[in-house]
């Protein structure tokens, strides 16, 4: 009988990263491993997170890195928390901009920790663990900033960079939702900023089905959900790490 493959997931948050080691069927084997996402953090220093975090859990034969920022095949286009002196929010150091622009991540992580990897963006991953696969489907992930993903027929379409966008004066959607924000705001007018937000996007994207992911998609207050509509669906933060395996299989548009 074949060995089951076994998938090393790595969730990378701009707050924590998180990893768990799961099989074929999206099961976790161990745990969620979760770890404070040291600043400053060059490329060196996150490759020895991986190799600390993977020392705590079973053997796997290939890995899923789930990224924040612009990915391409692999490739850190730009990366909003890691070229930050002290994370997200704090001063941009030149030299981590430098050493994360335009690096290959996804090989320097296969040569480091010798398996075949697979590397997307965090929101295309936890994506991956959540869509059925049908119609036109969007994924917003809710923490230290907004993520975005979006798949028509289950497959997946080029990323952008959402959270770029301009609203209210001088704010992107990052800072105008993110993690800062809603401890500042509390719950209850955070949440009236994300069914504004959502009131915003439906006519842009007209999508079939929403899904809000991340961290805080669980501190939505039950009066905004419901007047998002039935379209829109609640999904757990453990897709960032259960998306790891499906993700091994998605076409890209």
């Known amino acids: ?53 993977a020392a705590q859990l079973p053997a796997f034969d290939r890995i899923t890195v789930g990224f924040p920022g612009m990915v391409r095949h692999g490739v850190v286009v730009h990366t909003p928390h890691y070229i930050n002196v002290k994370g997200p929010r704090t001063r941009v150091d030149p030299e981590l901009y ?65 959270s770029h966008a301009p609203i209210r004066r001088s704010m992107n959607y990052d800072t105008w939702i993110g993690e800062h924000e809603r401890r500042r705001l509390g719950d209850s007018f955070w949440s009236r900023r994300i069914r504004s937000m959502i009131s915003d996007l439906r006519p842009v994207f007209h999508w079939d089905r929403l899904y809000l992911g991340g961290g805080n998609a669980r501190r939505i207050k039950p009066n905004d959900l419901a007047a998002l509509g039935d379209d829109v669906v609640i999904v757990p933060n453990a897709a960032g790490i259960v998306g790891g395996v499906r993700a091994w299989n998605l076409t890209r548009i």
């Not at 790595?10 to 080691?21: F, H, M, P, T, Y």
């Not at 965090?122 to 994506?127: I, K």
């Open 1 to 53: 009988m074949t060995s089951p493959v076994m998938t090393l997931s790595i969730d990378c948050g701009g707050l924590s990263i998180k990893a768990s080691v799961l099989d074929e069927d999206g099961t976790m084997h161990a745990p969620a491993v979760a770890v404070p996402t040291p600043y400053p953090l060059s490329p060196a220093k996150l490759i020895e997170v991986f190799h600390e975090i």
């Open 98 to 162: 430098t050493a994360w622009t335009g690096l290959d991540f996804r090989s320097l992580v296969e040569k480091n920790l010798a398996k075949p990897t697979l590397m997307l963006n965090d929101a295309e991953v936890h994506g991956a663990g959540v869509v059925a696969g049908s119609g036109f489907e969007v994924v917003l992930t809710l923490g230290t900033g907004l993520g975005c993903a979006v798949f028509d027929g289950g497959k997946l379409a080029p990323h952008i960079e959402l």
